[in-house]
């Protein structure tokens, strides 16, 4: 059976083990925008572009098993992008993203022993920076269909990770119930393929449709005890016009959580 669930900073197992993660892990990542035109006229002097982008976003994640373990975070930041067309069909994008977050995770009673009182329930900030590195290929004009991969590496520091430290040393006496910090260090990495799928919609806007999967490490750690990893994916819509691009995802952590994003990139140039 599963004794426990997941919020954006729990992983709970069978066996009644119930694991931590680093507060916005699995859910940070930001998509990159289409280009407003799906490609202009190779004739011209230059068809490629740089844009260069100010982004926010907010998260808001549940757990799959115990909606009482929820969280939330804010994210703001700054992207660059390069869109190099290399025929009217056939274009590179690459990305780069720095952003910073800000967010709460609060858990129930479900876990809750004697040995924990004071720590479950509770609720706790988080707060650190992620860096995003994204490269694709992409082919077709109007109608492009675009796959690539996306990797990340974040920062994450606050109250909550003291209360993982904390809970870790718990061994309850009178309860089956174990606490396993999953990120025993301030830093986490993943790594996701994305395929998607850009149109015009009327003269002025775009819509792009996406999917991904990959995986993810709540810790860097050269203790290959302490290296697990878990298996991500999402789906996102993104609208832009103009220079702006609205865009809204749903992202799964395993069968453990799930979050809803909303979220807006401005390019400034």
């Not at 069978?14 to 993660?21: A, D, G, I, M, N």
């Not at 969280?71 to 009217?88: D, K, L, N, P, V």
């Not at 999917?211 to 993810?216: H, L, M, Q, T, V």
Request: proline fraction near 5%; aromatic fraction near 14%.
């Amino acid at each position: 059976m599963i004794c426990g669930a997941v919020s954006t900073a729990v992983l709970a197992l069978s066996s009644c083990v119930s694991f931590y993660s680093a507060g916005p892990f699995g859910h940070e990542s930001i998509p990159v925008p289409p280009r407003l035109s799906g490609g202009p006229t190779f004739g011209e002097k230059d068809p490629s572009k740089t844009e260069i982008s100010l982004l926010g976003r907010f998260n808001k994640t549940s757990a799959s098993f115990v909606p009482e373990d929820q969280s939330w975070f804010a994210q703001t930041g700054i992207m660059g992008t390069r869109y190099t067309q290399f025929s009217e069909n056939f274009r590179a994008d690459l990305s780069a993203t720095i952003t910073g977050w800000y967010g709460r995770v609060s858990f129930g009673d479900v876990f809750s022993v004697p040995e924990t009182a004071g720590l479950i329930p509770g609720s706790y900030d988080f707060y650190g920076g992620t860096g995003q590195l994204a490269a694709f290929l992409r082919v077709g004009r109007d109608v492009g269909f675009r796959v690539g991969e996306v990797s990340l590496i974040s920062y994450e520091t606050g109250a909550y990770s003291d209360f993982r430290r904390k809970i870790a040393v718990i061994n309850p006496s009178a309860s089956s119930i174990s606490y396993v910090n999953l990120s025993p260090t301030p830093w986490s990495h993943s790594h996701r393929l994305e395929a998607s799928l850009d149109f015009p919609v009327g003269d002025e806007f775009r819509l792009q449709i996406g999917a991904d999967c990959g995986y993810g490490f709540p810790t860097i750690t050269w203790n290959e005890k302490q290296n697990y990893f878990v298996v991500l994916g999402g789906l996102t819509g993104i609208v832009r016009y103009q220079q702006y691009s609205l865009f809204a995802s749903y992202r799964v952590m395993d069968i453990l959580n799930n979050s809803l994003n909303l979220g807006l990139i401005v390019a400034i140039n």
